[in-house]
C-alpha cells in the first residue's frame, strides 16, 4: 500500500520506508528558481524580483508613514500656547496647513501600503515563483510608487518644514533667537537632503540602464547563437540532401 501525501507533487527522490509494507511519498509544493544563467534572465524571474522591491518598499513606506503621522499628530495636539498670545496669525496658519498636509500625505501611503500589503504577502509567503503572476504588483506600480514617494519624498520634506515651524510657534513668545536658529540650522539639512535625494536617483537610473544595456547585449548574444545554430542546422540538411540524392552505380 502507498500512502501519498496531499501537500503538493510528487517527488520520487524524496521517498522513505515506514513501518511495515508502507512506502511514503514527499511531496515538495514548493517551485524554486533554479539559478542558471537563462532562468535569471526569463521573464518570471524578473517579475519575482519586482515582487520583492514593492513588497520592501510599501513596507518602509507603511513604517516611515505611521511614525512621522503620529508624530506630527501629537505635535499638534500637545502643543499649548499662551494667553495673551503674540504669535502672528500667519506663522499659525502655516503650522495648521503644513501639520495637514503632512498627515494627509503619509496616511495616504499608509493607506496605500496596507491595501496592496497584504496580497504582495501572501504570494511571497509561498516562495513560489510560478505564482507571480497571481500578484497585483505589476498592475499596481504606480501606486506603490506613489506611496513611495509620498512616504519618503514628499513625507520628509513636509516633516522638515514641520520642526521648523514649530519652533517657531514654541519659541516665538519664549526667545526669537531661538527659533531664527532652528531655522538657520534646517537650511543646510534641506539642502543636504534633496542633494542626497538626487545623487540616489541619478545612481539608481544609471544601475537600471546598465542592468538594461546587460540584457540588451546578451539577448543579442542567444540571438547570434541562435542564427548560428539555425545555419549549421541548415548546412548539414544540405549536405544531407546532396547524398541522398546520389546514386552510386
Known sequence: MSVWSTSGGLDPGKTFKAKGDNTLYKRNHQCRMSQS???LHSSQYLSWRKLHLSRA???ASSKTSALLSGFAMVAMVELQLQTPMTIPSTVLVVFAIITTLLVAVHMLALMISTCILPNIEA???LDAIGLVHESPHERLHWYIETAWAFSTLLGLLLFLAEIAI???VKFYDINKTAAWSASVVLIPILFVFLAFAIHFYRSLVAHKYEMTVSGIRELERLKEQIEQGD???NR??????LLSGVHIV
Not at 236 to 241: H, L
Request: charged share 30%.
Open 37 to 39: 544563467g537563462d532562468d
Open 57 to 59: 518598499k510599501l513596507k
Open 123 to 125: 504570494i511571497c509567503n
Open 166 to 168: 514649530l519652533c517657531w
Open 231 to 233: 545555419i549549421e542546422h
Open 236 to 241: 548539414v540538411n544540405g549536405v544531407n540532401d
